[in-house]
């Protein structure tokens, strides 16, 4: 059975198992004469779980085990004596065979993937359906346990609030989980990359190009100091300074001057930017920004000015940060006590005297913690840099020349036709974990300042 109708299944036998066991729980508590511990709904979610939990969970565990066990029992087929020992060509084969037994294809390109459709069908057909009823078994089996716990005396509240408890700790785990993940594969690719070019030319090297790898030294090449500082340059210089003073004057108008009724609808039309697909700051950026930039420099005395500059992706790249610098300042000056701003005007200070004095200084914490996390929302921008930016990785601090960034870098590198292990491709997955634990530091730091900051206040 397909693995959506199973989790249909499932569900329909939780549901049922619901109302089985609210219906019996209501019984219990007809005419008053006794008393349930738990409400009848809570009896019924008891059951409920027990039917559907470790039918889940044998789902979840059966859907990773399944495709192993099926490759197996294909490989016992007489015809499957004919396939490579290559691991890469016999799984390219079997897929085929899979692709037709699965209705996804109608015919195979190898004569051995067509005759190992059959066997293919025959054992995904056998798993399948044992699966199936496993989980079937499962969800009969736990509901009829957790049916026959049920009596007046039974807390079935606090069964559920544990199992509930239990689930937001599993959601959690799966994130750190995920992250972890992540972390370990870039670790593990970028080990081999490094066992190949050594981590001081990668990381201290200020030539970058992947395109002219010497085999003999190719950290002479995969100096990432330009990646780096491009990176930098756009993300952190550029950009912040258009977003850090159009945000911050932003939230001081909207928390301090701004009228309620104009409030209501300019900060949701200003919070739209955060929804815009960066896709379309990408061709806000290569079809008006960048050629408005270079007309700019041409106009500044540079003739041979390029559009793909650095500037015209750092401007665009602050315009997408400033909802993000404006809402976390935005909070911040509004966590800022009552008491603090009126007795700054009772003292006879203005308005603006209160702002720059008092709210500021007492918000600062927050602010730096939001500036500190657009920093690393802009350094991990990619669409506007691919579209905006030059892959020319440049040293410089003029504006109006290309430069290029780690993200664009890590695009070019594995869009190509390079082998895998490559030090080109290996490269990629070394930017990558360079990004990452720059990324990670910074929000450490915010999540530092902003705990200060709660602490202050509390």
Do not use: C
Request: neutral net charge.
């Amino acid at each position: 059975m397909n693995v959506f109708a199973l989790l249909f299944v499932v569900a329909g036998l939780g549901l049922i198992g619901w109302l089985t066991a609210r219906a019996r729980a209501v019984r219990f508590d007809r005419g008053g004469q006794k008393r349930l511990h738990s409400l009848p709904s809570q009896h019924g979610w008891y059951v409920a779980m027990w039917t559907m939990l470790p039918a889940l969970l044998f789902i979840a565990v059966w859907s990773s085990l399944s495709p192993a066990l099926i490759k197996e029992q294909v490989l016992k087929a007489p015809a499957a004596a004919q396939l490579s020992d290559f691991a890469f060509e016999r799984d390219t084969v079997l897929g085929e065979a899979r692709d037709v037994a699965l209705g996804r294809a109608d015919s195979t390109f190898d004569p051995t993937a067509e005759a190992l459709v059959d066997p293919m069908r025959d054992a995904i057909r056998f798993y399948g359906w044992t699966g199936t009823g496993i989980a079937i078994l499962l969800a009969f089996a736990g509901g009829a346990f957790a049916f026959t716990r049920i009596s007046p005396a039974f807390r079935a509240r606090t069964r559920v609030e544990r199992g509930l408890m239990l689930i937001l700790l599993i959601a959690s785990l799966i994130a750190i989980l995920t992250t972890l993940g992540i972390f370990l594969s870039l670790f593990w690719e970028s080990m081999r990359f490094f066992a190949v070019v050594p981590p001081q030319d990668f990381l201290f090297g200020t030539h970058w190009s992947p395109q002219l790898i010497d085999p003999a030294s190719p950290g002479k090449s995969l100096g990432a100091v330009p990646l780096f500082w491009g990176t930098f340059f756009i993300g952190a210089v550029i950009a912040m300074l258009v977003a850090i003073p159009f945000g911050l004057m932003s939230a001081i108008y909207l928390t301090q001057y701004a009228a309620p009724r104009v409030r209501r609808w300019m900060k949701p039309m200003l919070e739209i930017l955060a929804g815009v697909p960066t896709v379309v700051y990408g061709y806000f950026a290569a079809l008006t920004v960048a050629p408005a930039v270079r007309d700019f420099a041409v106009m500044l005395g540079m003739p041979f000015a390029s559009a793909e500059s650095a500037l015209a992706a750092g401007l665009v790249m602050g315009v997408m940060i400033i909802p993000f610098v404006s809402s976390l300042a935005d909070d911040s000056i509004a966590a800022v006590p009552d008491a603090m701003r009126d007795g700054s005007l009772a003292m006879g200070a203005t308005n603006s005297e209160t702002i720059s004095r008092v709210l500021l200084p007492a918000a600062l914490p927050g602010v730096v913690a939001g500036v500190l996390l657009a920093v690393s929302r802009a350094i991990g921008e990619t669409m506007i840099v691919v579209m905006a930016a030059s892959g020319a990785a440049n040293i410089t601090l003029n504006p109006f020349e290309s430069a290029t960034t780690v993200t664009k870098q890590i695009v070019d590198l594995l869009t190509g036709e390079s082998e895998f292990d490559s030090p080109k491709t290996l490269a990629a997955f070394a930017l990558g974990l360079t990004l990452f634990v720059i990324t990670l530091l910074l929000n450490i730091v915010a999540l530092r300042v902003v705990k200060r900051y709660r602490e202050a206040y509390e």
